[in-house]
């Protein structure tokens, strides 16, 4: 196996040179490098790792309240298969990560993004994990239905789920949430927001009371076609009848919970092919001798292709993140005539080994490096 930290270090030179970037790569000296990921860092560090790795926010079509990506969950047993716990997880956009985070179990995830307004929601979940101990009251929390008396703890993600979609909005309760969310991120966190910040918490918030647990993709301006709920997200399987979802038991639940309360899921907003967010997560990982496990990618990638030449920034951006021959990108593919997004796993280093060889050109050759 490779040493992630050289191979990285090496491979960002290398990449930075050939596409001609002026900014160079930092390398880091063995005292740092010997340093490891934290178990838990401070609200201070996480508030500036926030604003450190992030980039002037950009747009997107559509809010992306919640995915709209039914078969993620049919990758996980190869996804447990091939990796092992305590990497790095990276991904981008909302809820669909902390499904990922409970499979992989990362001691560390960093969650980037364009637009602003997803690293808000991130924020916002990270206040219910701190205020609900359980998933039945993260669920009444997040969308403002007060719980039924006679829903336990250990109910099945079905049973949660259906429970609050016959649970009737309470106004009083979406305030008083509200209030606590703010306090929670302002004077319990640490947080500075700012006045922008809080409107859009605010929007966010106020479209899960309104939705419930019927909220989808097409809420927020997506394609007029049927989307999965929030409740069919949370409810899926993966193909053999097993449930993954951060929802689906207790235990995924907390091992969502532990890193949000440790400060160890870190939002950031960046664009894959900027020029800041991915490499200095790189930095900052290469730094502290780790190895990113999986990067969630959605369908991102092919919208870098259809900005000309921004590709090739980003997987010169990939290249400065430590990774070995068993991390992984985790791709959703169009499937144009059912307009759904299929769910594909394939080796981080095989791809960059074919860019490096100069095979991939358009988006459709990504393909032909798949295992």
Same mark, same amino acid.
């Given at each position: ?16 040179c ?42 997107f ?18 996804l ?23 499979a ?6 960093f969650i ?16 219910l ?27 099945t ?22 209030r606590?969310?703010?306090? +929670?991120?302002?004077?319990s966190? @640490? *947080?500075? %927001? /700012?006045a922008?910040?809080i =409107?859009?918490?605010? &929007? ?6 309104r ?8 809420i927020?301006?997506?394609p007029?076609?049927d989307?999965?709920?929030y ?22 639940y ?21 020029p +800041?967010?991915?490499r200095?997560? @790189? *930095?900052? %990982? /290469?730094?502290?001798?780790? =190895?990113?496990?999986? &990067?969630y ?24 993140l ?7 990108f ?5 499937n ?22 100069g095979?991939?050109r ?10």
């Amino acid at each position: 196996m490779r040493r992630p930290l050289l191979r990285g270090v090496l491979a960002a030179l290398f990449f930075a040179c050939a596409l001609g970037f002026t900014a160079a790569y930092r390398p880091v000296s063995a005292a740092v490098a010997a340093a490891d990921l934290p178990s838990k860092i401070s609200d201070a560090e996480f508030w500036t790792l926030v604003a450190d790795l992030s980039e002037p926010g950009g747009s997107f079509p559509f809010d992306n309240f919640v995915s709209n990506e039914t078969t993620i969950q049919s990758v996980i047993p190869a996804l447990k298969a091939r990796t092992s716990r305590g990497g790095v997880y990276l991904g981008v956009g909302p809820e669909q990560n902390f499904t990922y985070i409970a499979a992989l179990e990362p001691r560390m995830a960093f969650i980037i993004d364009i637009r602003r307004q997803n690293l808000v929601e991130h924020l916002m979940y990270k206040a219910l994990f701190q205020l609900a101990d359980n998933r039945a009251d993260f669920i009444s929390r997040l969308f403002s239905r007060k719980r039924p008396a006679d829903l336990s703890s250990e109910a099945t993600d079905e049973a949660l789920l259906l429970a609050y979609e016959r649970a009737v909005p309470d106004q009083q309760l979406f305030e008083s949430n509200l209030r606590e969310i703010l306090n +929670t991120l302002t004077r319990s966190r @640490g *947080a500075e %927001l /700012t006045a922008a910040d809080i =409107t859009s918490l605010t &929007f966010v918030y106020t479209t899960f009371f309104r939705e419930g647990p019927r909220l989808n993709y097409q809420i927020g301006g997506g394609p007029s076609v049927d989307m999965p709920t929030y409740t069919d997200l949370m409810t899926q399987s993966d193909g053999n009848g097993q449930h993954h979802s951060f929802l689906s038991s207790e235990r995924h639940y907390h091992i969502v919970r532990t890193l949000e309360m440790n400060n160890l899921v870190i939002p950031v907003v960046g664009d894959f092919a900027g020029p +800041t967010a991915l490499r200095e997560v @790189g *930095a900052y %990982l /290469t730094s502290r001798n780790a =190895t990113v496990t999986a &990067f969630y990618l959605s369908n991102v990638e092919r919208y870098l292709f259809d900005r000309r030449r921004a590709w090739r920034s980003f997987y010169a951006n990939v290249a400065a993140l430590p990774y070995d021959e068993r991390s992984v990108f985790i791709r959703a593919v169009l499937n144009r005539p059912a307009f759904t997004l299929v769910s594909l796993v394939a080796p981080i280093a095989d791809l960059m080994n074919a860019f490096s060889q100069g095979r991939i050109r358009q988006y459709q050759d990504v393909f032909g490096v798949l295992p």
